[in-house]
């Protein structure tokens, strides 16, 4: 077994809090883990301190590394002055986002508070991987004594000079009031300073010089040999404290992982009883011949199975899960039988096949196994029926009744989705690992111009055109042209452009950069550059490396100049590869900058009601053979297939970490046309869809289960259809409600999308990039996860024209502004004293805010309070999926919808296409004249200040004028009531004409007469 060290470089902070009263701080920093402590040097009188320190952690379990957390708390020393040490901040960062060695990176991390009342800034810089060693090999037992094992930590301890306690426990006492009430959680564990000093700290502060012992091995990974035999009490009393240490783990993390061991795994579905058989092997007392096979077959009623072939060695070890509720039967028979192969009179072989007999078990009286409950352990049966003068033939296998929580069914051969076929099989998928790959052009120098590829004279141009192109994979990209003068400047064109690309692991073997003269459409030259050499970055803070690369022309040009570019993989993205609205993750890229999971999304899906016949069987009848794929984040989880049935039962549970409650996870339904039983079957090559659904987290309630059945509709060229109903149970648990609200605070990416945006049209590009290679590497798992199944889950085709979806865009802004529209008429109705009561309440309203201008702001919070408090009990009670009135799909015709599904380019007829263009000429019109109406309203407004109506304009001065007068002198409070009191003036008191300001408005100039 091979000892894992955690390796943590503690670099260097920024802009930390000053806490020493002078303006500077003295920081140090204590990192914590699997309890375990080291302490950096003090920097003093520094508030960007460089520490660049390298700190090793043995790793006591491997296996829940994971779950271990890393924490670094930073102080202010303040030995000087004889005060405690000042608290600076800390940082927990999650096991489960340590590299593995040579995936380092520097990685800054926001120093957090201690408590509401903390007064915390800056960052620090860490380096954090870890390193799996093999252990040295154990010496002979004979060689070793026990009493050497107990020699080394004696004279450790002896040979310890005594000053070194003082400042272990000076450090104990500055440690103590800095840490308050965390003292008990932060403190380590006595048997690891007996150990070793686990902490160094130095002499005096202003010569810190620290020395900080290698940590031992734990002794659980590499145990002596004469130590396991024969312990000291010493050994026995450390190995004892040991696993009676604290943990250190973060609260949150450790509810949550509580959570996921305490839950039950198939709680969410219906338990389906199966009856499973395990068929191992069968023996005979005589010698049986080399070209003798035996196989055994299992009979219930009408279903009938046998097992694979084997010869004289009868060892099959199958296992085979029958639908109990599809059973005519209450008798399973199970017969081994032989065949042999015997040469005829007329030299012919002929097969003969014969029963070695049967054992029958009646499943009334066959045994119930229930997970935990340990695998049901095989016994011998022997046959009976067997043939005269033939040996008796033993069989051994087991039988028992259990679930699909049983943990042989994955693999068993099952009775409903049509035994061991691949395509049929429920699998986990996982998307593969994307990155953006930068690459910043910045020169070229020493370029040979005038020759081609062939190396043969060209021509040359005068002032040629070059541009450089990128090419990852299918990617390719290009920068602007630069013009190449005669100039030593315009000699060695400069671009300083940014050419971003989509990667993804295992990368592309290679970065193809080639210089393109576009003058004459020839190539300059090319470079390669390896993917898997390319430096790694995870935010702005790195520079990015520059390196010069030889430009290689034709076979007879072997350097055709060079070119400085600057190449990195950004981990600090992330590489969205959804549409943006539904996106169900939003990590970055990189390891180290991955937070803990906040919660657990359990997904289960039950079954399907009502479904539709999409294809025929035999020629005869319809029939579905339907399955469920479910995606969330970097996972895909896809059921079994449930062959030929129409309200399929699944009952398969998933679960899933979520990082952000903001996300969104997707159910889609599928027929399988992908498997084959025979090779006279007419199946499609492609899987047909029969409906989708989402379900947005943040809508669900914490901690409660969300089941019921919900419609299957899916969009055809002929319309909408509805396919049949799902049903599945949905459950998000949190286990700390202060990381649940906490996630509404940050923001939606991570932080390099905001300090180097990558523009709209750039990221529309590169998601869609993102979605090809997605759909490329899950087609090319074993079994595929098709291109139509994996496009239609990720909205592929969102960015594409439909009228159906403008028109919904449109009705959605409209019921935004009708709100405003209701406010508006709610205005008139008190205007017009529709209701006087209210009118006078209004009034009075008016007055009290007028008169008390301070409770404006209260009152509107407190309105609002109480007008969202009791809309609570009116809130959705169930999480809503797909609305097809929001999607329109009742409103448009079916030109229409066969303008949606038509590719690009269109393959219709031209009269069509015509006829659709004349359409959206139509609508683009109605657009047109809306855009031209709104800027005529701003236009009129510029009218009153440039003078192109002198006359309005001298109105509006004059108005200005005396308006700024009235102002003067009539109290702001007398005329904001004036001003509210005429206009909620009675009906008696109005004219039926527009008012005279609205008049005067319109009668501005815009610019629209000057249009062509």
Known sequence: MSNRKLMVEVCNAKNLMPKDGQGTASAYVIVDFDGQRRRTKTISRDLNPQWDEKIEFWVHDVASMGTEILELNVYNDNKKTGKRSTFLGKVKIAGSS???????????????????????KGEIGVKICYVDEEPPPAPAVEEKKPEAVETPPAAATEEKPPEEKKPEEETKVE???????EKKEEKPPEDQKKEDPLVATPASSEAPAVSVTQPTPP???APPPALAQSPGPKQVEESLQLARKPSNLDPDVISLSNHHRGSNAFDLVDRMPFLYVRVVKAKRADKDSDDTVYYAKLAIGTHSITTKEQNASKIWDQVFAFDKEGLNSTSLEVSVFNKKKKVTEDGKDEVIESCLGTVSFELPEVPKRVPPDSPLAPQWYTLEGSPENSPATDIMLAVWLGTQADETFQEAWQSDSGGLIPETRAKVYLSPKLWYLRLTVIQTQDLQLGSGQGGGPEPKIKNPELFVKGQLGPQLFKTNRTTVGSSSTSSNPTWNEDLVFVAAEPFEPFLVITVEDASNGQTVGHAKVQVASIDKRT???????????????????PYAGRIHVGVCLEGGYHVLDEAAHVTSDVRPTAKQLSKPPIGLLEVGIRGATNLLPVKTKDGTRGTTDSYVVAKYGPKWVR???????????????????????????????FD???????EGDDKPNKDVRLGKLRVRLSTLDTNRVYMGSYSLIVLLPSGAKKMGEIEIAVRFSCSSWISLLQAYSTPMLPRMHYVRPLGPIQQDMLRHNAMRIVTARLARSEPALGQEVVQFMLDSDTHTWSMRRSKSNWFRI??????????????????TWAHPPTTVLVHVLLMAIVLCPHLILPTICLYAFLIVALRYRYRMRAPVTMDPRLSQVDSVGPDEL???????????????IRIRYDRLRALAGRAQTLLGDMAAQGERLEALCNWRDPRATCIFVVVCLLASLVFYIVPFKALLLGWGFFYMRHPRFRGDMPSLPINFFRRLPPLSDQIL
Do not use: H
Request: aromatic letters at 12%.
């Open 219 to 221: 002794e659980n990974n």
């Open 672 to 678: 399988n046309g992908r498997y084959k039983i025979g």
């Open 898 to 912: 066969d303008e949606e599904f038509d590719g690009y380019p269109s393959s219709r007829s031209p009269d069509q």
């Open 639 to 669: 059921t079994r297939t449930i062959l030929d049935r129409f309200n399929p039962r699944w009952n398969e549970q998933y679960t899933w970490d979520v990082y952000d409650p903001c996300t969104v996870l997707t159910i889609g339904v």
């Open 539 to 557: 935010d702005d803070r790195s520079t990015l490396g520059s390196r010069w690369f030889n430009l290689v022309g034709g076979e007879n040009r």
């Open 814 to 831: 409209v019921n935004g502004l009708s709100k405003a529209a209701t406010l508006a008429r709610w205005l008139d109705s008190i205007c």
């Open 98 to 120: 340590f590299p593995q060695s040579g995936s380092e990176a520097l990685v800054y991390y926001p120093l957090e508070k201690r408590s509401v009342f903390s007064q915390i």
């Open 175 to 181: 440690e103590k009031p800095a840490e308050g009430e």
